[in-house]
């Protein structure tokens, strides 16, 4: 029943927006251009479209739609997701006019506009390859002019915002689309239909959509070239890419405006890197929170915390965060914690932190209605709250009962919120967790009303308009008043919902209340490629599920999978079954530990990641074509990942099974367990029973590893093992490490450049040392393949010691024979 009611809601969105396109104005036939040195702008009948070459590599495109008197063509003209400074910025460009054609040319783009049509074709310069061609001119509806709310004068009238605009374009053949953000489905998003509206989506099905996120970005790959397109609109948008028709995918909106960038590839690499250009990059994390983390709604009281650390602690569970959800509160009062049940709670995160542990704890947006509570009074004193045209609060149920909501868009809001986190970080609280941020509401629509109203600058604009960037907002006031509170420490802030340029606000995230179910381990993967491939490096999701309970064997192959994703949270509903590894005993208990003790065994490699990720925006976890774009069996491939470009995981996501077939991509791979090589570009049948969980290393890698601690820190990186993987072909490969004190913004650092060099019979590596932390003061050597009896550090002849090749941590080059 429920099913058929969605379903015919959904039918009447879609004829509405139709008609509404039915009626929609198209840009079409232009009658006037100018080149003001910053941008092209060409002029129609009924709007202005702007194109700025933001640089070489990205066009800008904008409608500004007319109105009556011919003026106020454009919006306002600032982003909550583009970067200030990118906005106002612009390459050099030529336009010339050719028959009945513009040329807009930058050094690597040119853009060609027909008069006729306004039609739009974006192309390389280099080989003339067209990225993003227009289908159909851009439309959009008449605007309705902006009138003043004769109540409250200023406040302006909510509901005249609504422009629907849409933009269609041509979709090849043997196109594909990545992105999109948080989705369920299916890694590549040709043939989807989807929407960009955040979302409380408690216990949503593996193709439900939406849910958390926004991110209205995504790569396009065709003829083995990938572009982007970002979408920089906050209202609720549509991406059709190739759903309704196979030649064309469309992106639209319910309100705002046509404003758009083109990004050039051909790489998939560098199309993101140029989206986190606009967007931002995620800071460094602090190194902690990269270990395995344990969470249920909720542990308490205290005893029932400390516990669960020393359960990990006596059973060699090596585990680095403890989660305290809603129940730590005061009657859910935000700020506050229950007296009885955390009698004394820093000396619980004391004792926890003598433990070699961190606590996170939850703070959601509600501000519990209650005259006398410090943060309503403050609120309410300086009316910090998201309003009614009327001025008066809006105030809706979540946990505590009736709540207010503080208007993040508001700068004092921001600094304000910021603040009120001393409060928690006086308790010795090491990180935070803003959840029902979408903004989430217990009523009939699950969030606030279409008239609630934003301050967005000064321009009073409504709920259509700021739902989705209400996390961004809230997750940024966040992160800036932690930092600023810290001291030059790495803040960690968790959010549930999101919108593009979330990641540079840190920016992990997690998908949400997903079930205890192979299906719902097997979503896991596309949807963490899906956030990769949009900015996000961060991410993860609730291990062994939050709805229902696991059995053992899906909670067994969920932590195998999980072990090697960025971030690794078990976490579960209230009142489920128990899943941390020990739940069950043995086998599982053994197996799950082995899986958490892979990671921690490659803590170096992976923390390498981190700092790539943040400094160059390659993601921590990538889909095989992001490294192999020219192979056409990995366009598809969505049950398994590579964790940087030297390590291939393959989990087994089914139930009573013991193998999967694995895809090898070209080169050579060892296999991590047994050490045998196998040959790529071929698709194995792998044999993985339950205790397996299949994982391979490229040729010539060089993985960074340390001994297993119990956390994070426990083992100092003054030691750190270098995994050897001789290369079966001749060739240069690269491979690095990157360390630091793993809590300051402005550490110092110790960074390496091994290139191993295999050619004309010999075989030796090139250490370039860089930084000047000089925490690494040893490196020891282990080898797989290539038969290797004698190894000569700067000359002099290293003995083995325990199969392990001893050396200073300033050697710089090794022969090996
Ligand atoms: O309405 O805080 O997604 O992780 O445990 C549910 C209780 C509220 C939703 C989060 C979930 C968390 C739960 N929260």
Redesign the pocket.
């Known amino acids: 029943m429920f099913k058929l009611i969605k379903h015919l809601l959904l039918l009447c969105v879609a004829i509405l927006f139709n008609f509404s396109l039915l009626y929609a104005d198209s840009v079409a036939s232009i009658i006037n251009y100018v080149n003001t040195g910053k941008y092209l702008e060409l002029e129609t009948e009924k709007a202005y479209i702007k194109l700025t070459p933001v640089t070489n590599d990205i066009i800008r495109v904008r409608v500004g739609v007319k109105d009556v008197a011919g003026n106020n063509k454009y919006l306002e003209d600032y982003s909550y997701a583009v970067l200030d400074d990118v906005i106002n910025k612009n390459a050099n460009f030529t336009a010339t006019r050719r028959g009945n054609n513009i040329y807009m040319r930058t050094d690597s783009l040119e853009v060609e506009i027909d008069l006729d049509s306004a039609l739009i074709d974006i192309r390389d310069i280099k080989d003339g390859f067209s990225y993003a061609k227009d289908f159909e001119p851009m439309a959009f509806n008449e605007p309705v002019i902006r009138q003043e709310n004769i109540e409250k004068p200023g406040l302006g009238n909510p509901f005249n915002e609504g422009n629907s605009v849409t933009v269609t374009k041509r979709l090849a053949y043997n196109e594909h689309f990545y992105g999109l953000g948080e989705k369920t489905g299916k890694f590549d998003k040709r043939r989807s239909n989807l929407q960009m509206w955040n979302t ?1 989506a ?1 216990g949503y099905c593996p193709t439900c959509d939406p849910i958390y996120q926004s991110h209205p970005f995504f790569i396009g790959l065709k003829d083995d070239k990938a572009y982007g397109i970002f979408f920089d609109n906050t209202y609720r948008t549509y991406f059709d890419m190739g759903y309704t028709d196979e030649d064309r995918y469309i992106f639209s909106s319910e309100g705002g405006e046509i404003d758009y960038y083109f990004m050039r590839g051909p790489s998939i690499k560098e199309v993101l890197s140029h989206y986190t250009a606009l967007t931002g990059k995620m800071p460094m994390p602090p190194k902690w929170s990269i270990g395995h983390h344990l ?4 542990y308490y009281p205290d005893n029932e915390v400390i516990e669960v650390v020393e359960t990990a602690r006596s059973n060699k569970i090596p585990l680095d965060v403890i989660w305290l ?2 129940h730590y509160m005061d009657e859910y009062r935000i700020f506050t914690w229950d007296k009885t049940r955390f009698s004394d709670l820093k000396g619980t995160v004391d004792k926890i932190h003598s433990m070699g542990a961190k606590v996170v704890s ?1 703070i ?1 947006p509600g501000v519990k209605v209650d005259p006398g509570y410090f943060v309503y009074d403050e609120m309410m004193a300086n009316e910090y709250y998201v309003k009614y045209p009327d001025g008066s609060p809006v105030i809706g149920p ?2 505590p009962g009736d709540c207010i909501f503080p208007d993040f868009t508001n700068p004092s809001v921001r600094s304000w919120w910021g603040n009120l986190y001393k409060v928690m970080l006086d308790q010795g609280i090491d990180g935070f ?1 803003n ?2 941020n979408e903004p ?1 509401v ?1 009523n009939d629509i699950k969030t606030m009303k279409d008239d609630a109203s934003f301050y967005d600058f000064g321009l009073n604009s409504s709920h259509r308009k700021m739902h989705n960037v209400y996390a961004l907002n809230m997750i940024r006031a966040t992160y800036e008043g932690v930092l600023n509170l810290m001291n030059g420490k790495r803040p960690f802030v968790l959010s ?1 919902a999101g919108f593009s340029g979330l990641q540079r606000y840190f920016g992990v995230t ?1 998908t ?2 997903n079930i205890s179910s192979f299906e719902h381990l097997k979503l896991t993967i596309p949807m963490f490629l899906g956030l990769s491939l949009s900015g996000i490096p961060f991410v993860g999701a ?1 291990i062994g599920g ?1 709805n229902d309970s696991a059995d053992p064997e899906l909670l067994t192959r969920w932590y195998q999978a999980a072990a090697l994703t960025p971030f690794m949270r078990e ?4 009142s489920t079954y128990d899943q941390e590894p020990w739940a069950y005993g043995d086998p599982y208990k053994s197996i799950m530990r082995e899986a958490i003790n892979l990671r921690y065994r490659l803590l170096p490699y992976l923390y390498t990641l981190f700092h790539e990720a943040s400094n160059e925006s390659s993601p921590i976890m990538r889909p095989l074509v992001y490294e192999y774009q020219n192979d056409e069996n990995t366009y598809n491939l969505e049950d398994e990942f590579l964790l940087g470009d030297k390590i291939l995981v393959a989990p087994v996501l089914e139930r009573g099974v013991n193998n999967r077939v694995v895809y090898l991509p070209k080169g050579t791979w060892y296999d991590y367990g047994s050490g045998e090589t196998l040959e790529g570009n071929w698709a194995y049948y792998y044999s993985a029973p339950l205790h397996v969980l299949p994982v391979f290393v490229k040729e010539g890698s060089i993985i960074a590893t340390k001994e297993v601690g119990q956390y994070v820190d426990e083992v100092s990186e003054e030691e750190i093992g270098l995994q050897v993987y001789m290369p079966a072909n001749d060739g240069e490969y690269t491979s690095t490490l990157y360390v630091d004190d793993g809590e300051t913004i402005n550490s110092e650092y110790d960074n390496f450049v091994f290139k191993l060099t295999k050619g004309n019979g010999s075989t030796n590596i090139e250490i370039n040392r860089g930084g000047s932390f000089n925490k690494v003061k040893r490196f020891y050597l282990t080898f797989n393949g290539g038969d290797v009896k004698k190894i000569v550090a700067d000359g002099k002849e290293v003995t083995i010691d325990n199969n392990r090749f001893y050396i200073d941590g300033n050697t710089k080059r090794i022969d090996i024979s």
């Open positions: 409380d408690y969470c249920r709604w909720s959800d809603i939850m959601d979540v946990w967790w959840d029902m989430a217990f549930r997690w949400g209340d609730d939050f976490h579960t509903a209230v």
